[in-house]
Structure formats: C-alpha cells, structure tokens
C-alpha cells in the first residue's frame, strides 16, 4: 500500500523544481511529523528540506499576529465588556466561551461583522415581539445584552490586534485580508496544500489567490469512486470548490485516485456494550503479528473509549503510540485539587466529614498528611458529620500533622490569590515526594502549569474577584487538558481519534464505536447562531458538518485492505443502539472488489469463576478456637457460622472487622443498642417485682428524657435535630413506647413478674470429648413470669415473622440462616435450663417492626398442629436442640474440617 502523503512526495521529488524551494501546508501538525518522517525514510543523500507547515501555523504567519491561548482570550475580553456592563468574572463564564466560538465561526467564514449582529439583534427583539408593555428589567437587559455584541467584537478586535495578538478566528481573517502584502513577499515560491477537504471561507480565499497568482498547487485525497457519483457526501466539499472556485473554471480538473475499489477485507462487527467493543479489539490485536500491527491504527469514534482501551491491550504488545493523550481530569490525583478548590468555592463555617474523607482518601491526600487514615478513624469514632477547623486541627497527632491539616482544610481564606499560592505549596511538596509514579508525577507538573499560568494571569489582570471565579476557570481549563503518553509516533499500533486521522493511511484498520450519534456527531446546539442566521450568511449547517466525518470515514477506507467496523448494538439508556448511517451506506455502494461480512463480537472474556475458599485449621487457627470455647461460644458468634464459615473464620478467629465510619445517619445496630439500653434503662427499676399500669404510665413519661441520654452516648457528637435522623430518633422513641403500651396492654387480664434484664447467662457442655472445655454464653434482653410461666424474650429493631420462630425438620437449625432467630431463643432456653430449671418456659422474640403480632414463641411441628398450640420448651425439646448444638460445636472445632465458604443466594 502506498500512502497519499508518499505518493504526494514521490510526485513532488520527480519535479525538476528541488523540493527545498517548495512550502507544504497541511491540515495538521501532526501530518507535517508524518511527511517529514517519510522525507527522512526516502532520502537517498543529503538534500534540503522544504518548509512543512500545518495551516494554523501558515495561516498565523500570513496574518502577522501571534494566537492567544485561550485562557488569555477569556481574560482579555473579560476586560473589554466590563467597559461595556460590568459583571464578575465567573458569571461572564457562563457565556463566555460559547460567544467567543461564535466570533471564531464568523470570523473564520468572513462573515460582515456588522450586518451579522444586526441581524442577530433583530432576531432577539422579534422573539420578543408584543412584551413592550410589559418590559421587565430583565427583558430589557437581554436585548441589551444582544444589541452590545457588536460593540464587544468590535472593541475586542480593536483592542487584540494593538497588541499583535488575536484568537483563531480573527487570524483566519486578518490572513484573508493580507494576502496580496504576503503574496508582494512571496512572489515566486509555490505553495503545496497537500490532504484538504472542509475549508472555511478564510481558507479557501487564501488558497484561491495563492492558485490564481499562479503560487499553489493542491493534491487532493478524494477518490475517483466518490466523485463520479454526485450525490455522495465524501465527495461534497470537492464538487463544490470544482464548480465554484474561478481557478477550475480555466484549468483542469483534478483527477482523484482509483484506491477504493482495490480488493478489501470488510467486516462489520455488532457487539453488546463498549465493554464489549475494547475486549473484541484487544482479542483482535493479540492475533497479529508485530509487522501487522505495524500498519495497523485504531481509531476511536467515541474518544472516551480510551482509558478502557487501554485496559484492554494485550499485555504482549511492545510499541503502541496514542495520538489523543490521556485526559488529565480523569487522574485520580488530579480530582484531589478539584475536590479541593470546591469546598473553598462554597462558604462554610464547619467542614462537612465527607469533604474530609474525599480529600484524605485520594492518594495526593495521604501523600500531603501522615497518618491521614488514623485522623480518619479519629472522626469516625467520634462521628462528626461536621466539624470545625479548630476542632480538626486537634485531632492531629503532633505538632506537623496540625500543620499540614491547617494547610489543606483552612476554606476561611478570603481571596482566590491565597488559594493559589496554598495549591502552588502543596504541589511544590508532591513534586517532591520521592515514591511518585512517572503518572503522577507528569500529572503534578501539568497542574503545577496550569495554576502557575492562572496566578500569572491574574497577577497582571487582577480579574479573579471571588473563590468560585478560580473554580470556575479551574474546571474550564483542566477540561482541555492531556497528559501525552510516550510512544514512537511512526512506528507501532496507532491509537487516534478520527480528526486525528487526517491524510494518514493505514494498511489495516480498526475503529470502535461506528454508531449514529457518534460517527457522525449529529447536531450541536453548544452556539447562540440560529439556523435562520447560519443560512442568511452560508455558515455550515449539520448536513455539512455530516460530509466532513463522511469524508473522513471512507477517506481511511481508501487505501486500507483489512478493515473492522465495529459498533455498539446495545439499547441501553440513551444509547439507541444504531449502526452509523455510513455503514448502511457502505453496504449498499461497495464495490464489486470489496468482501463484506458481519459478525458478532466474540470477547472472548475469561469468566471470573472464584472457587469456594477454604480455610485449613492450623495449630493458630485451633488455638484461637480453644479461647473462644474457654470464653464462651455465643448465640451470634454460632448463627455466624451458620450463615457463613468464612464470615466466622475472619470475624471471631482472625478478629477482622470493619473499620469505624462516621454515621452520617444512624446506623441499625446503633438504632438497636439505643433502643435497648433505653428499656434497660426504664425497666430496671421493676425488676424483682409484678409490673403494674401505674408504674408504667409514669415509666412512658421517662421516655422523652432517656432516649435522648442513649443517643448522646452512642451516637455521640452526630445531629439529630434534622432530616432522616431526626426521625429515626423519633421512631426509637416510638419503639420504646410501644413496648411500655405493649405491657400496658398485657396487664389487662394478665400478672407480669420481671424477673431480669440483660441477664448473663453461661454454661459448660459436657461430653463433647475434644480434650478442652467448652462453655456456652449469652446475654438474655428479658425474662419475665407471664401467669406462671418463664418467657424469654429477644427484641428486635428488625423484621421477624412468626415462621422464622418454627421448626419443621430439626437438622435445619444448624445449616440455614433463616432459622438463627430460633437458634438463638432456644440457645437462651438451653442455658436457663442448665443454671435456673423452670417448670413452665417459653422463648421467643418481640419485634418492633411488629409489635401487633405481640410475643412471638419459639415452635415445632408438633406444637404448630397441637391443638392448644402449646409453645413450653420441654426437655425433650431442649435435648434434641444439645444434639444439634453439640454437632454444630464439634464441626468448629475439629482440626480436620475446614472452613469453607458458603454459597449465599
């Protein structure tokens, strides 16, 4: 395959002309690397070489004035209309950038400056046509603000090209108007526009009078398979400058090339998500040999692709060159700054915990402050959703660390230029860290750049006025910016966008995402020029913007014999789903040379197929379960390993638990332990004694004062004055009450004896046989005498039904989660029988979340169908649960039995 830009060259050195008296223009800059590296690869000797110019650096030489970065035209207009209407930096932000688009659009088609906002103008006031009478002061201001454009393009350009400055635009047309001065200069030196096809108006002027003086020749990339059908939209742009441009109404017709129609291998690959589509292409490049991939690119349609992209690259692959640059905002050390300037932007006078948690938890955080996990849990065990900077400051651990606190967490500084000059030190400090990675590092560079360029702005314009000003100009120009990765340019797997792609040809060719909406763009509203306006003064409309990806699309299928479309066919949310109208074109206007199939994409994703963990006993493991049978196994601690021996194995034998975080609202368990502390705290008084209505209703009076005494001790320094906490405290104090209306109501025709709360209840098994003792224990909420008989009672915060409390086949006990709630009660039942035998005891639960069901007594089949469904734990009950109990035990504790994990649903 021979390249447009190698054929372009091979035609220019066979000249009689020496190639160094030539100057080529092409469309970018990295098309003029392209071009000079093949200069280099096809010298045979010493020559010299001709000037390579992309146009924007042409057309800034032609015009005599040197491009503003854009921050600078932001700044510098900024200035100009506040001499029009004042108004703060950041709210001219709002607008800014889309007028400022707007003046590179006209100027860039030479549209009438005048006339164009005169006719805008006008627009403006008609949509407002038949509100005269009713004129508000806002009206009024929008129609000045209209009126005032031209004024402000006006004043603005005046002011730039005193300076020898201007933005994109105003150089395309300050070139236009300067080319009979540059052609004066540039009498006998021809010009080559290599590769061009979509040119604004300046473009074309220039190279029209360049053509007519006799100064220029253009190679054009379009093929003859396009051209010959006047309908198909790659070929739009060329048709039109053969039958408009005065040049070509004299001369002849340039001939396209004849590469289209040569043999190729198409295919057009559906996958079923993006995810998808970078695994396929990964699968794809694994297959190719070094010298394949070598004339392979990859283009991505949707650019965002990159990162996963990258993720998915055969780890094989040696030389890979990505064009686009890895977008810097996406760094996670990056979003350190973001997090950082937006709690400065918004005034507070205490700090938010999570403000705290997003600026330790990033990796640029914990390089700035030692120790940031330990102040971390500090907060967390005190569980302040807010906390002032005083107070923060105090939770460091010496006299650095409150300094490095300070630091980053004083958001009472008053001027953006004190937020500056504390982001340039904490910069200075991570470019200096010794264990950043080369990402990192680059990262901290770029940003040390950025705020650098921002502080020597506004040193010299004074426009920054508030916080959210710096903010607001942060996040519009760290959108834009890229960290390059490293990479041989001209040799290896090409990564690049579509844009990117322009006048290079690639042997084979691979792009994702070729899907309608994408590829092509479809339309963009990011402008305030009507559709009415770009037609009155021949601005491009969609349709053309449309032929320029057309163009670009079959373009890079000119040359390339090896060609995967691949495009995403999921429906999901927004995304429609739909193949791109140019491989429907495709398939209906290929050539009689090209093969075209289709499949689906085969991933070839290896499943992630996690075996059940199993954890041996070592000598370590045992003698951890010997302390915790010495101590004594608990109800919770044997559910556990019911639910799940993993859950067990790191819980109760490892001790790994998880760590501490700041209830922003209230947790359950901690509802739970509130709640019952609170009737604990209410009820001891009645222990030992028959409770009565009096005593209860004077008990209901106590709740307002206690409940809140609980919620000051465990939830410690967390607000419960507002939003959902409030009125999870409003329902513990429901709970509370509930249960005393619950007693209220049981005493009607009832006796109630209280005989404990929180009773500690432990026991030795006997006859297990494994060489050391084991005990059982276990804290009972309740136990109290109902008409003679013993009731243990459970609460529970949570929700339980009757059925959970009922055993049907007795082996279920020990192996499904869903019957914990029984194990427990009949646990409690077990060990009152071993230190207090009762005559008459029943066990169950009361649960809050339904309080009508009343108590709810532990069952059996046989209990179930009896016919005064008699709930009494007898003893034969009670020995069939030891048989279980001590089956279960035994099963932990043997040195043969592993812990394996279980399979939850």
Not at 23 to 42: D, W
Not at 561 to 577: A, D, E, M
Not at 597 to 608: Q, T
């Amino acid at each position: 395959m021979k390249s447009f830009l190698a054929e372009s060259l091979q035609k220019l050195l066979h000249r009689d002309r020496p190639i160094s008296d030539y100057i080529i223009i092409l469309p970018s800059k990295r098309a003029c690397g392209f071009l000079k590296q093949l200069l280099i690869s096809e010298a045979t000797n010493s020559f010299f070489a001709p000037r390579i110019l992309s146009i924007e650096e042409f057309v800034e030489e032609v015009s005599g004035l040197s491009l503003m970065s854009p921050t600078e035209v932001l700044i510098e207009s900024h200035a100009i209309y506040e001499k029009i209407k004042a108004i703060p930096f950041d709210e001219y932000l709002n607008w800014a950038e889309t007028i400022l688009n707007d003046f590179n659009e006209i100027d860039r088609h030479l549209v009438p400056p005048h006339e164009f906002f005169q006719y805008l103008s006008g627009i403006k006031i008609l949509e407002k046509w038949g509100v005269k009478d009713a004129e508000t002061s806002m009206i009024k201001d929008y129609l000045e603000f209209w009126k005032s454009l031209n004024l402000f393009y006006t004043q603005l350009n005046e002011h730039l090209l005193l300076q020898q400055k201007g933005y994109q635009g105003m150089i395309y047309r300050k070139a236009a108007e300067e080319m009979e001065f540059y052609l004066s200069q540039h009498n006998n030196i021809p010009h080559i526009f290599l590769g061009f096809n979509a040119m604004n108006k300046a473009e074309q002027t220039i190279v029209q009078e360049l053509l007519e003086h006799g100064s220029a020749e253009v190679f054009w990339d379009i093929d003859e398979f396009f051209i010959s059908d006047p309908f198909h939209s790659a070929a739009h742009f060329f048709r039109k400058y053969q039958k408009e441009w005065k040049f070509y109404q004299s001369h002849e017709t340039p001939i396209g090339s004849t590469d289209f129609t040569n043999q190729k291998n198409i295919t057009i690959t559906k996958s079923q998500s993006d995810v998808e589509q970078v695994k396929f292409l990964g699968n794809l490049l694994a297959d190719m040999s070094p010298s394949e991939l070598t004339k392979t690119a990859v283009v991505l349609a949707d650019e965002t692709l990159l990162i996963p992209l990258l993720y998915s690259l055969p780890k094989e692959l040696k030389e890979v060159n990505v064009t686009m640059g890895y977008p810097l905002k996406a760094l996670p050390v990056v979003q350190f700054f973001e997090s950082l300037l937006d709690a400065h932007s918004k005034p507070k006078f205490t700090i938010y915990y999570k403000t705290i948690q997003n600026l330790l938890n990033n990796a640029s955080g914990k390089k700035l402050i030692s120790g940031a996990d330990a102040l971390l849990q500090q907060l967390a065990l005190q569980n302040r959703s807010f906390i002032s900077l005083d107070a923060l400051i105090d939770l460091g651990a010496n006299e650095a660390q409150q300094k490095q606190i300070k630091q980053i967490f004083d958001f009472d500084l008053k001027s953006p230029n004190e937020v500056i000059a504390v982001i340039k030190e904490l910069l200075k400090t991570l470019l200096e860290k010794p264990n950043n990675n080369a990402m990192d590092q680059r990262a901290y560079q770029k940003l040390n750049e950025v705020f650098t360029e921002i502080d020597n702005l506004e040193r010299r314009y004074k426009f920054l006025k508030s916080k959210v000003a710096l903010k607001h100009l942060y996040d519009s120009l760290i959108g834009s910016q890229t960290l390059d990765l490293e990479g041989d340019a001209y040799s290896g797997l090409q990564i690049m966008g579509v844009l990117e792609t322009r006048v290079l040809d690639f042997e084979n060719l691979i792009m994702l995402s070729v899907n309608e909406g994408t590829l092509p763009t479809g339309k963009s509203n990011n402008s305030f020029i009507t559709y009415d306006l770009k037609k009155q003064f021949e601005l491009p409309l969609h349709t053309e913007k449309d032929a320029i990806y057309s163009y670009h699309f079959f373009r890079l299928l000119q040359r390339s014999k090896q060609i995967n479309l691949v495009f995403n066919g999921s429906t999901s949310g927004l995304h429609t789903g739909e193949a791109s109208r140019f491989l429907q074109q495709l398939e209906i206007e290929k050539a009689p040379e090209h093969t075209l199939s289709y499949k689906n994409a085969s991933a070839k994703l290896n499943p992630i197929v996690s075996p059940l963990r199993t954890y041996q006993k070592s000598n370590g493991v045992l003698e951890r379960i010997q302390q915790i049978a010495a101590k004594g196994f608990s109800p919770s601690a044997l559910t556990s390993y019911i639910r799940n021996p993993k859950d067990f194995y790191y819980q109760r034998i490892l001790k790994v638990h998880e760590l501490d975080e700041v209830e922003e609202t209230i947790a359950y368990n901690t509802l739970g332990t509130i709640v019952h502390e609170s009737l604990e705290e209410l009820y001891k008084p009645f222990v030992g004694s028959l409770l009565t209505k009096e005593a209860l209703q004077k008990t209901l009076k106590q709740v307002s004062r206690v409940v809140p005494l609980q919620f000051e001790k465990h939830y410690q320094l967390g607000d419960i004055t507002r939003g959902k906490n409030l009125i999870i405290f409003e329902v513990a104090k429901r709970y509370v009450e509930n249960l005393i209306h619950w007693d209220l109501n049981q005493l009607k025709n009832n006796n109630i004896e209280l005989l404990n709360l929180e009773l500690s209840l432990s026991v030795t098994l006997d006859n297990l046989n494994l060489g050391f003792p084991v005990r059982l224990s276990g804290l009972v909420d309740r136990i109290d005498c109902f008409n003679g008989t013993t009731r243990i009672i459970d609460y529970k915060t949570g929700n339980v039904a009757p059925a959970d409390l009922t055993i049907f086949d007795w082996d279920l006990l020990i192996q499904d989660e869903k019957y914990s709630k029984a194990f427990q009660v009949l646990t409690y039942a077990y060990m009152l029988n071993k230190t207090q035998p009762q005559s008459q005891v029943e066990a169950g639960i009361v649960s809050f979340k339904k309080m009508k069901e009343g108590f709810m007594p532990f069952g059996t089949k046989a209990s179930m169908y009896a016919r005064n469904k008699d709930h009494v734990i007898n003893e034969s009950v009670l020995n069939e649960f030891e048989v279980h109990l001590k089956e279960l035990i035994k099963e932990i504790c043997d040195p043969i039995i592993p812990f394996v994990e279980k399979v939850l649903d």
